[in-house]
């Protein structure tokens, strides 16, 4: 008894992160059946939509520790995506013969993607070393300049990367064994050497990945590192004076950061099967930075969140968006705005230019509504609400190890 | 066991050498030495602007002194990074607080504890059992040194939310929590009311007692006089007096520059 009320006590009731946790999960397991009942006809385009999601909720967790934890403001967080993703093309694809190697490579897929982190945090340490001394507004410029020279880089480069063309044909990432059953129309199974091909074992694949990612974060978060991270943020000076190596705790940040995304731009490049230069400018890492702030910097949960809205909204609510205005007008039976005429082009294309006006307009009044963002770490919500609440007491979080 | 007093000058925790310190044309600290003794109470004083707190910057690395030299326990410190300072057993408070504001006062004690703690980044990813017991042993320890200067009711409470007097004792307890052999405190009952400081004196003498020498700056001459077994007088940068609290309160030079208007 004692057990359960201890639970009512400090447990979801306390701690609405916890609830978070178990809806993403919970969702994120059924979202595929969910689909295959609800969807069928279109289930498989869905999947894909949603396993390309995981890459930007993948990113989000990266960008959060640099940006909500530690506090450093990245501008070109992208770049440590392009670096991953052709990582993948150079180690993973016939593409080698066309370089002056003459020679294709072909790692397997598991191998790269920590060979991609290894190489993507090892760019972090090399930009945060010289420029991590700078404070934020210099800093978010240098990696904003970062973030602009990478992609170039690899556009340039065109002996090495084909340039503008970029590379395509990648592997196909492959499993030793999988488990093969009706969900994926084949009979009960395990297969040995599977290829990672249909959506449904991307998805599953990515939302396994995910978890892990997850309780990764989450256990740095809560240990010498994070609390170190939360103090440089907070005050460098002081936390300087306390023992804490100010530069390699933001170094730690950026790496560990550069590395999510590095892995992220692997398992995006293999899924794409094409890695090209146009897939990683500014619009990214300002995309990626919106789902964190918007789903509350620093909160895991929350930026997940982030993720899933601001994803769902560009990828999945604009581009439908001219037509369901389309659907809408015709079925109050206002078709005649659908036609164009002399400058006014069809109610389509008109909402069509104007989607990201849309989108500007959702970001702007989600953050008049909600600054501290959907889900907001404690902390953050104090820091935006400094003396309403002068006695709050926060629950321990060791206090379930004590 | 309580640290013996007036031991013998040889065994001396800090030597400030012929320390100077100048902003641009401004000649903040201007040629100081003294030494601070295993196991006593130091204090600096003088006036607003004498250069104490500069002083301070200087021992810990914030701002390296233009010239001369530091040496902590028979090392040289001078232009050390202020988070290796620390690791060598200098701990410090600020005159104007500077708590992590937006963590617990747990985790301000907790913090305090980073550069005694071997988690690596393995560790840490991992929770590795190592990992898990150093937390645990650095929780409890932060509860014990949130005891020790009295404000375990605020444990799980955000820094900022503290009464004033309380914050000023939490940033003791995540000094000490750095397990400092030297301790400075810069003007810690700032703003006190005559019955916290006697209070405060009396957590100072506690912390003497676990081996701890205290190296204290105040401006209230009249606080200092009750606790320090030796003041330095600071005017101007200059170091103007040194000696027992009844030396330097006879002083001639200390009367003028310090207390002169008073009289």
Not at chain 1, 12 to 28: E, H, K, S
Not at chain 2, 36 to 58: C, Q, S
Request: charged share 15%; with cysteine; aromatic share 10%.
């Amino acid at each position: 008894m004692s057990a359960i009320r201890q639970f009512w006590r400090t447990g979801p009731r306390r701690d609405p992160n916890t609830i978070a946790y178990i809806v993403l999960i919970v969702c994120g397991a059924l979202l595929p059946a969910f689909l295959q009942v609800f969807l069928s006809g279109t289930s498989t385009f869905w999947l894909t939509v949603f396993g390309d999601m995981g890459v930007y909720i993948l990113l989000a967790i990266g960008l959060n520790v640099v940006v909500g934890l530690a506090g450093l403001l990245d501008l070109g967080y992208a770049a440590f995506f392009a670096i991953g993703a052709y990582t993948y093309a150079m180690l993973a694809s016939e593409h080698g013969v066309v370089t002056p190697l003459h020679q294709a490579i072909h790692v397997p897929f598991w191998i790269v993607l920590l060979v991609a982190m290894f190489v993507a945090a090892s760019f972090g340490v090399i930009l945060g070393a010289p420029t991590l001394r700078l404070r934020g507004d210099y800093l978010a410029i240098v990696t904003l300049g970062f973030g602009e020279i990478v992609p170039r880089v690899f556009k340039n480069a065109a002996v090495w990367t084909s340039g503008a063309n970029g590379v395509s044909a990648l592997d196909i990432p492959s499993l030793p064994a999988w488990i093969q059953g009706p969900w994926s129309g084949d009979p009960f199974a395990i297969v040995q050497d599977f290829k990672i091909l249909a959506p449904l074992a991307y998805y599953v694949i990515m939302f396994i990945l995910l978890i892990l990612c997850v309780i990764l974060v989450r256990n740095l978060h809560r240990s010498r590192l994070g609390r170190a991270w939360m103090a440089v943020r907070e005050d460098e000076v002081a936390a300087a004076a306390m023992g804490v190596n100010t530069v390699a705790t933001k170094l730690y940040a950026f790496a560990i950061g550069a590395a999510f995304s590095g892995f992220a731009g692997t398992y995006y490049a293999a899924k794409l099967s094409l890695v090209s230069p146009e897939n990683f400018g500014f619009s990214v890492s300002i995309t990626i930075l919106v789902m964190v702030v918007l789903g509350g910097m620093g909160n895991i949960p929350g930026v997940i969140t982030g993720s899933i809205v601001i994803y769902s909204v560009i990828f999945i609510l604009l581009p439908q968006l001219p037509d369901y205005a389309t659907g809408l007008v015709q079925s109050v039976g206002l078709s005649g705005l659908t036609q164009s005429s002399g400058d006014y082009p069809g109610i389509g294309e008109f909402i069509s230019r104007l989607k990201f006006l849309v989108f500007g307009l959702i970001l702007v009044v989600t953050m008049l509504l909600r600054p501290q963002g959907l889900l907001p770490s404690r902390q953050r919500e104090q820091e935006l609400t400094k003396g309403v609440h002068e006695d709050t007491t926060i629950v321990d979080v060791t206090a379930e190890t004590a | 066991m309580p640290a013996s007093r007036g031991r013998e000058p040889a065994d001396v925790v800090l030597r400030v050498d012929h320390v100077t310190k100048r902003f641009g044309g401004l000649v903040a600290v201007d040629d100081v030495s003294f030494d601070v003794r295993r196991g006593e109470i130091f204090a600096l004083i003088g006036p607003n602007g004498a250069g104490k707190t500069t002083l301070f910057n200087g021992i810990t690395g914030i701002f390296p002194p233009t010239s001369g030299s530091v040496v902590f326990q028979e090392r040289e410190i001078t232009g050390a990074k202020p988070h290796q300072v620390a690791a060598l057993g200098i701990a410090r408070t600020f005159q104007n607080i500077r708590l992590f504001e937006y963590m617990s006062a747990l985790d301000n004690v907790r913090l305090g504890q980073h550069c005694r703690m071997h988690a690596k980044l393995w560790d840490s990813l991992f929770k590795t059992p190592a990992e898990r017991r150093e937390e645990q042993e650095v929780t409890e320890r932060a509860m014990e040194l949130l005891k020790f200067v009295d404000i375990e009711r605020y444990t799980h409470t955000y820094a900022r939310n503290l009464p004033y007097g309380s914050q000023r004792r939490l940033e003791i307890a995540r000094a000490l929590a750095t397990r400092p052999s030297l301790l400075l405190l810069d003007e810690p009952a700032a703003g006190f009311t005559p019955q916290e400081k006697v209070e405060l004196m009396g957590l100072v003498h506690k912390i003497v007692e676990n081996g701890i020498t205290i190296f204290l700056i105040e401006h209230d001459m009249r606080v200092v006089m009750g606790v320090c077994d030796r003041i330095v007088v600071l005017d101007h940068g200059e170091k103007i007096a040194e000696g027992t609290p009844e030396q330097v309160r006879s002083d001639q030079r200390v009367i003028e520059a310090y207390l002169g208007k008073q009289h």
